[in-house]
């Protein structure tokens, strides 16, 4: 459970914040939900049955070309990390931002995964988080079509705080361009 997602959005009175809670089986989630309550629109996911928004269901964009995708991702806080993480961010956005139609950072990791599955984003990456900020957002993006794995491409999000949430006709190009800025 995430009370709020975006606290530092919320504490500023920036309206882009969310709550989330995911449920977790047997080491395995569930169920997710992720709640906009300034815009009233709750996206919600369970194993087998989809990702809905309201009433609505969900799927990834189709994008197929990284020239026509926005992408989402977190800004390392000051202060959280190493320089070199700061570092290496940087040199990611570089890498996304010369061949993307953009990068956006809302500060609301649950709510860029949920846009994700609405299909409003083509994909996101952050590293840093905690299992609260993307438990709910991997099963959302997962029954909504799209793939989900660490930058790497493992599949331990949950424990590494590194993911990558990206419509499945990007997400290797997305993960290979990330990992070479890396080197």
Known sequence: IDPIDGTTNFIHGIPHFAI???????????????????????????????????DRRMRVSGRAQMNQSIFATGIPFMGRGEKSDHELFLKQMEAVMTVSAGIRRFGSAALDMAYVAAGRFDGFWETGLQPWDIAAGIIMVREAGGMVSELDGRDRMLSTGSILAVNPNLHQELGQILKQAGK
């Open 20 to 54: 989330s809670v995911a449920l977790e089986e047997n080491g395995e989630i569930t169920a997710g939900v992720i709640y906009e309550p300034v815009n009233d629109q709750m996206f919600w996911a369970e194993k087998g049955n989809g990702a809905w928004l309201n």
